[in-house]
């Protein structure tokens, strides 16, 4: 009896201390100026990003979400969240849940179990491109302290910016032969650039990065979208960067003139503290750092967001350090940070070899149960480019693979997965002797809590001495990095340089030219899971595998979820016997 009443008494604290946070959003397109150059973009109850969503962890998220789009489908993936429970509302399309149909509401409710830097984006098409996101952010329970000390918070939501509109992006990207979609045309914090000016315009001679002269100084009305936010702070305080990277191709790197920036967080997991000058942030990541206004407090300094990992077509993103103390319309009087060189690979290995899990974190299981080893390749099909993991350039089905393996409706996809590992006489370091691939949706099926291993093995693409920076997306976990290396994994060999004692936990992680980065995650999360690589177009080509964990576990999942493909006529038969 008493331990029935300290549990009774258990839920109901924590039931009185969690809440639940509702919402109605709808998404349509509207014209704005993003860059100071008039496009559409989509936008979630008129707002550009959308609206931040704070919560405390425990705290139950709903959103209702209505697509006032006139002619596109319509889901939301809220990344970084586990959706322990909730499978369906992870919001991939075609893999937990069906495209919401322009008119159509459907409601996502899912529980937000640990504080931490998150955001939300499209994820049908290549709507993160089209200005689909904001941010997630997830503070400590009500009575729990963070481990973070600091006086005042921002929130940076990097992005890339085209002109040109993601309809006719896809329809390039599957032409024969295939129309590459190019370098963004600005950089955006929180949804504002500069395209048609500089606001380091008085500089041009003095820096190359900003040698671009016939850009003229930046002048901004009242109300101008395109205005940049500037970062308000007082002097000799300290102040927490909430930065997110939701970009469609850019890797980008973010510095503060003159300040050193304090890495406490990545990927909504505390991390040991270390001190940088400048941060190299991948799509899909985020992190947190801790900044002191230790500099001269009658000044002002550039805060700048450059490309990094692709030769850089854009310019670097600007907004400013405002000290309080210092005039307000004054600029910073020294050229901004220049951005690392954008092939220098080395710098950022050593950066993401300076991520350790803050003292206290699990560590991972010691041996794996399951693995996986994933060539990454360029190749073609029937004369369209495509990207492939091991040989099988992914095509989601018409039917979520939530609902095929829930309802066990075995036409719903191929039911033999795709390869688990290559030919280990694979030559990395050329193109691929074989140019073809093929197309397919099978899936990797493992049982419930079993320690998985996969080697994420980067190659040459189809030209000569090209192999590209790709971060990859967990989606239902974090995974543990256990290492990087340099050229072909060698099983048996290379396990034994991996860090088990303090690896860091991540949801996103970049798979470095011509190398291998390894991964380990539990299979604790009953659902079907996207692992993908986190570019637009790269994910749009086939570069991404689906998993599947704890099949038999799987609670309910919402008719609403699934009214498409062949779920919809097993629904309808199964509700009108």
């Not at 990207?173 to 295939?178: G, I, T």
Request: a positive charge.
């Amino acid at each position: 009896m008493g331990v029935w009443w300290i549990v009774v008494v258990a839920i109901l604290a924590h039931t009185a201390s969690a809440a639940v946070r509702e919402y109605h959003w709808e998404v349509e397109y509207k014209f704005g100026f993003p860059d100071c150059k008039e496009g559409a973009v989509m936008a979630v109850n008129g707002q550009f990003p959308g609206p931040t969503i704070h919560a405390l962890a425990g705290d139950t998220i709903v959103v209702h979400l209505t697509n006032k789009l006139a002619t596109e489908g319509l889901v939301i993936h809220w990344h970084g969240i586990r959706q322990l429970g909730s499978p369906w509302a992870d919001g991939a399309a075609g893999v937990t849940q069906c495209a919401i149909t322009p008119g159509e509401t459907f409601t996502y409710k899912f529980t937000v179990d640990k504080p931490g830097t998150h955001f939300y984006h499209g994820h049908y098409g290549m709507q993160r491109s089209a200005g689909l996101y904001g941010s997630l952010i997830i503070d400590a329970a009500k009575g729990k302290r963070e481990p973070l000390r600091y006086d005042g918070e921002f929130n940076l939501l990097l992005s890339d910016w085209w002109h040109e509109s993601i309809l006719s992006q896809e329809l390039g990207l599957s032409a024969k032969p295939m129309r590459w979609i190019g370098e963004a045309q600005s950089i955006l914090i929180n949804g504002r650039g500069q395209f048609n000016c500089s606001l380091a315009a008085q500089f041009s001679n003095a820096t190359a990065q900003f040698s671009n002269t016939s850009l003229p100084m930046c002048k901004f009305k009242k109300g101008d979208q395109c205005a940049p936010q500037r970062l308000h702070v007082e002097p000799n305080k300290t102040y927490r960067i909430r930065l997110a990277s939701t970009t469609g191709l850019a890797s980008l790197n973010f510095a503060v003139q003159g300040h050193k920036l304090v890495v406490v967080e990545a990927d909504g997991n505390y991390v040991t503290p270390f001190t940088t000058t400048d941060i190299d942030i991948y799509s899909g990541e985020s992190y947190s750092v801790l900044l002191t206004t230790d500099q001269d407090p009658s000044q002002n300094y550039w805060i700048s967001v450059g490309v990094r990992g692709r030769k850089p077509k854009t310019p670097p993103a600007l907004t400013v350090l405002h000290y309080v103390t210092a005039p307000s319309s004054q600029p910073p009087s020294s050229p901004p940070p220049e951005t690392p060189r954008w092939n220098d690979f080395d710098r950022s290995k050593s950066f993401s070899k300076k991520i350790f899990s803050a003292m206290g974190s699990p560590p991972p299981p010691r041996k794996f149960k399951k693995r996986l080893i994933l060539l990454n390749t360029q190749n073609m099909i029937d004369g369209s480019t495509k990207w492939a993991l091991n040989n099988v350039s992914l095509v989601v089905p018409a039917t979520p693979y939530l609902g095929s393996v829930k309802y066990k409706l075995r036409r719903g996809f191929d039911r033999k997965p795709p390869p688990t590992t290559f030919s280990m006489d694979y030559d990395i370091m050329n193109p691929p002797r074989n140019r073809n691939t093929t197309s397919g949706n099978g899936i990797y099926v493992f049982p419930f809590n079993v320690t998985v291993d996969v080697i994420l093995q980067n190659a040459n693409g189809l030209d000569a001495n090209a192999s590209e920076i790709h971060p990859w997306h967990l989606h239902g976990h974090d995974f543990w990095v256990l290492g990087y290396g340099e050229g072909k994994f060698r099983p048996g060999i290379d396990e034994k340089t991996y860090n088990l004692k303090n690896p860091p936990l991540k949801n996103t992680v970049a798979l470095y030219p011509y190398g291998w980065t390894a991964l380990r995650f539990v299979t604790d999360n009953p659902g079907v899971w996207f692992f993908h690589c986190h570019i637009e177009p790269h994910l749009h080509m086939g570069m991404g595998v689906v998993f599947a964990e704890g099949l038999n576990r799987i609670g309910k999942i919402p008719d609403e979820a699934l009214g498409c493909g062949l779920t919809k006529q097993f629904l309808m038969n199964r509700n009108n016997p």
